[in-house]
């Protein structure tokens, strides 16, 4: 009953979306978005009345549901519905549709192995699910004695998502649906960006094989991790600047302010997934300032207001709680100390910089491994970087002590050659007179990664942490395999990533 109510909802958020005219792939992102700000706000809600309980999510559910199918009924349907590129897989080449095949049997897979084990690395264990039970528990969200302290300040929105299947179903066998279902909801988003940006059905297959053979993509599929929900909910609020854009070249139009509340929600609830959300975020909300500033004015500033009070409407609940707690809404004064980058020098920088592509550039061989740690150590000493410098460096950390290829560890190297590519290839297109759409993605994509870079202290665990990041990669590198040259690099490419997916699957010590 509790998952019908779930998809109940899903739906009838669906049927809105398409009732006022978005195209479909659109109407996902829009549904899925406003799903999960209603999630938070069921939570906050009931967690205010100690009200978590199993008769009082079901009765949500299904009174959401309601309003929003009532809603939907006396909206009057639209009979114009704007052109977005299209997909099929008719009109992609045999090789393609193959390769697309099989990656849909990589997802499937995954959604099996994650029903059949349950999950099991450190972070699951120490402050992912302990919350859920607490919450559960408690039937609130309040904080509690903890010993991890993580399990308080952290942003919440996964686990919150974990707790209303958990509660639901009566167990925690389907807890890694949230980050499977932030996947998929990646991989829409990722095809959607590619078509505006000017890929065709090619390009736009191109972009989903990229995105869900990335090896932090794989392991982290069927987890209780958090990177790819702040993934999907990124991705969302690209998609929201360009309708944005695209609603107020002549008029400031109700789509264009439904766009804006949308991409508030969509950063709003990236923050409220995990810290890396407000970093990732950042060269987001300069972009979509800046749209709405040059296309409307005075118009554009209010539009930009709506955002920020949909952002922080849904991270104050959480906020509050931290304040009470810790006296920041963020983070204990000593979680301060302890994450964040003291960079006072560009060698600091720097040398964050060489161990983050360092950490992505592993394979999980360490005879092959050894090399990469020594380059990135000839590097370092050459720029006076000291690696050990506790200014940037988590204590303890280095990148001889990384092992193997597990969901905390992942190493992306195919896929971060494949990016570098593609970003040349992309901004060699943007100087030569191209569309520019493409470009501003790989800025944000190379702004986000130099402030995480800069303000979080470098530790072995960081290439997970990076996901989002390849997440926002994958519509411009599929853009870029599908333009270059050599069509046979570009398939064996992803051909070779597949199978290394499926292998990583099978290696996986979590599962």
């Keep these: 009953m509790g998952i019908v ?6 739906g009838a958020f669906l049927w809105v979306a398409r009732r006022v005219g978005l195209p479909w792939r659109e109407a996902v992102l829009a549904a899925a978005v406003l799903w999960g700000a209603i999630l938070a706000l069921v939570t906050e809600t009931l967690s205010s009345f100690h009200a978590i309980t199993l008769g009082w999510l079901i009765l949500s559910w299904f009174a959401v549901a309601a309003i929003a199918l ?20 008719g009109r992609a080449r045999s090789v393609d549709a193959w390769m697309l095949c099989v990656a849909v049997l990589l997802v499937v897979l995954m959604a099996v192995i994650g029903t059949l084990s349950a999950p099991s690395n450190i972070d699951s264990m120490t402050y992912h699910l302990p919350r859920v039970m607490h919450w559960m528990q408690g039937r609130s969200v309040a904080h509690y004695p903890a010993a991890h302290e993580p399990q308080l300040y952290q942003p919440p929105w996964a686990e919150f998502a974990i707790l209303h299947f958990q509660v639901l179903t009566g167990g925690d066998r389907f807890a890694f649906t949230v980050q499977w279902v932030s996947m998929l909801i990646c991989a ?12 065709g059905p090619r390009g736009q297959t191109m972009a989903i094989l990229f995105l869900v053979t990335v090896p932090g993509v794989v392991l982290q599929g069927y987890s209780t991790q958090n990177n790819l929900s702040v993934g999907a909910w990124l991705i969302c609020a690209v998609v929201a600047i360009l309708v944005f854009r695209e609603s107020v070249i002549t008029r400031f139009s109700a789509r264009a302010l439904a766009a804006a509340l949308m991409f508030g929600l969509s950063v709003g609830l990236a923050m409220l997934t995990k810290g890396t959300g407000y970093v990732f975020a950042l060269p987001l909300l300069v972009w979509f300032v800046g749209v ?3 296309r409307a004015g005075i118009a554009g500033l209010k539009a930009a207001a709506v955002a920020a009070v949909a952002a922080a409407a849904l991270n104050l609940g959480q906020w509050s709680r931290n304040w009470r707690s810790y006296g920041s809404i963020l983070l204990p004064a000593d979680q301060v100390f302890l994450y964040r980058a003291r960079v006072r020098t560009p060698g600091q920088l720097t040398s964050n910089v060489i161990r983050n ?12 491994d050894r090399p990469i740690y020594r380059a990135a150590g000839m590097l370092q000493r050459a720029i006076g970087a000291d690696e050990a410098d506790p200014a940037v ?20 190297p195919l896929h971060l050659v494949l990016l570098l590519a593609a970003s040349g290839a992309v901004l060699w297109g943007a100087a030569r007179g191209r569309p520019k759409d493409a470009a501003m993605l790989v800025g944000v994509v190379a702004v986000g990664f130099l402030l995480f870079s800069l303000t979080v202290k470098w530790q072995m665990f ?15 590198v599929g853009l870029a395999l599908e333009q270059t040259a050599n069509r ?5 490419s992803l051909a070779i990533a597949l199978a290394l997916a499926f292998a990583l699957i099978v290696v996986n010590p979590s599962h």
Excluded at 5 to 10: P, T, V
Excluded at 188 to 199: E, F, H, M, N, T
Excluded at 488 to 492: D, K, P, Q, R
């Design 292 to 294: 709405a500033i040059r």
């Design 488 to 492: 046979a690099v570009a398939n064996l």
């Design 393 to 412: 460096t988590f204590p303890g950390h280095s990148l001889e002590a990384v092992r193997g290829m597990g969901e905390d560890v992942p190493g992306n």
């Design 462 to 476: 960081h290439a997970r942490l990076l996901v989002p990041l390849f997440v926002l990669a994958a519509p411009f």
């Design 5 to 10: 109510a779930l998809i109940a909802c899903a």
């Design 357 to 368: 592509v360092a950490l992505n550039s592993r394979t999980g061989i360490a005879a092959v």
């Design 188 to 199: 829409v988003g990722a095809a959607l960006l590619a078509g505006r940006i000017g890929a």
């Design 70 to 89: 009532a809603i939907g009924a006396r909206l009057r349907s639209s009979d114009h519905i704007p052109v977005e590129a299209k997909f099929s897989l």
